[in-house]
């Protein structure tokens, strides 16, 4: 992960209800002087200081990550480098701000009982889960379009 995770570019050309609204295939399309035709890859590469590990979980942690081009340029339009940016700025004028957390979370529900030969294996593989609700559609087009 140290050189960043692979994400293809169209999550960065999408409208809030999910549909790529950049022709990916014309001649053309840039951001930041990077061309995004054929939906070229991006990356997410990890910020080792936002490594925060869970208690809850103690082989789990969270961990944020920059939007970068393959070049390894940071992609002007992601929303750290804005608040980055613009923390910055304010800086620059004396000024300081203190924001608050949004947690947001998903609730699963089990989907299968665990008796299966896959559960029998040690460490067992783990049980089929299913969303509760749409979760990350709730402030989209697609649920109050």
Known sequence: LASGLSVPSTLILKDTAHRTVFDVWKDGLTL???????????????????????????????????????SGQRVSVSPRGL??????????????????LEVEFQVFSVSEDGLGHAQATFPPAPLATRNTTQGWTFLTKTRYG
């Open 32 to 70: 930041d002087g990077v061309s995004l035709a054929g939906a070229g890859d991006l990356l997410l590469v990890p910020d080792a200081s936002s490594f925060t590990p869970l208690p809850w979980s103690p082989h789990s942690a969270v961990i944020l990550c920059d939007l970068a081009y393959r």
């Open 83 to 100: 608040l980055r940016r613009a923390m910055e700025q304010l800086a620059a004028t004396g000024h300081d701000a203190v924001m608050g």
